[in-house]
C-alpha cells in the first residue's frame, strides 16, 4: 500500500459527522468598481490600461515586439511573433504573454483565467511579463460574483491572479517575480 492509500484509509476510518457548509454572505460594494479595481490593481503591482478596440492592444504588442521581445499572443484577432509549442518548457525565455481574462475583481484588483485560454497551464505564471484583456462589462465587486458564474468541469483548471509574482518571505524583503511574472499589465476594453 503507498503512503497516499495508507492516508486515504485512515481518513475513511474516521468518523467524523457531516456538518454543512458555512454560509457565506458579504454584500458586495459596487460604488466605484472600476475606481476600485484601479486602486487595488496598483496596490498590488499592476497596472491598468483602459482601451476601447483591441488594436490598441496590439499597438503595445507590435512596439514590444520592435523592442525585440518575445511574445505569445493568445487573444483572438492580435498577433504575437512566437507559437504556443507543445511542450511548455520551451517558454522558459518568453518575455511577455497576452491571454483573455473571464472576469475582474474589483476588491482584490485580480481577474480570473481560464487554463483554455492560456494553452498551457504554466504560461501566465512563466513568462517574464503578462498581460490580459478582460472586458469592462465582466467587473464586478468581489471574489464571490465571479464564483457563482464560473462553471470549471472536472479536471479543468481556472485561476484568480492578482498582478506580479511577489514574496516577503525572506527577511520581509519583496520580492518582484519570484514565482511568476516580474509585471502585469491589464487591459480593460470598455
Do not use: W
Not at 476510518?13 to 459596487?30: F, R, V
Not at 490580459?132 to 479543468?156: C, Y
Amino acid at each position: 500500500m503507498s503512503s497516499r492509500d495508507a492516508i486515504f484509509a485512515a481518513l475513511d476510518k474516521c468518523n467524523l459527522p457531516d456538518a454543512p457548509m458555512p454560509s457565506i454572505t458579504i454584500e458586495p460594494n459596487n460604488e466605484d468598481l472600476m475606481g476600485q479595481y484601479e486602486a487595488n490593481l496598483t496596490k498590488v503591482g499592476g497596472t491598468l490600461v483602459r482601451v476601447k478596440e483591441l488594436s490598441e492592444v496590439q499597438a503595445h504588442l507590435d512596439k514590444a515586439m520592435a523592442d525585440g521581445q518575445s511574445v505569445v499572443c493568445r487573444v483572438e484577432g492580435l498577433n504575437g511573433n512566437r507559437e504556443l509549442d507543445a511542450k511548455p518548457h520551451t517558454l522558459q525565455d518568453l518575455d511577455l504573454a497576452l491571454i483573455d481574462a473571464e472576469a475582474a475583481v474589483a476588491e482584490n484588483g485580480a481577474v480570473f483565467v481560464r487554463e483554455t485560454a492560456s494553452g498551457h497551464r504554466v504560461l501566465p505564471y512563466i513568462t517574464e511579463n503578462l498581460a490580459v484583456v478582460v472586458k469592462a462589462d465582466t467587473l464586478v465587486a468581489n471574489m464571490h460574483e465571479v464564483v457563482k458564474n464560473v462553471k470549471l468541469e472536472s479536471g479543468q483548471h481556472g485561476a484568480f491572479i492578482a498582478g506580479p509574482s511577489k514574496t516577503a518571505d525572506i527577511e520581509q524583503a519583496l520580492v518582484i517575480g519570484a514565482h511568476g511574472a516580474c509585471s502585469m499589465t491589464v487591459y480593460m476594453l470598455d
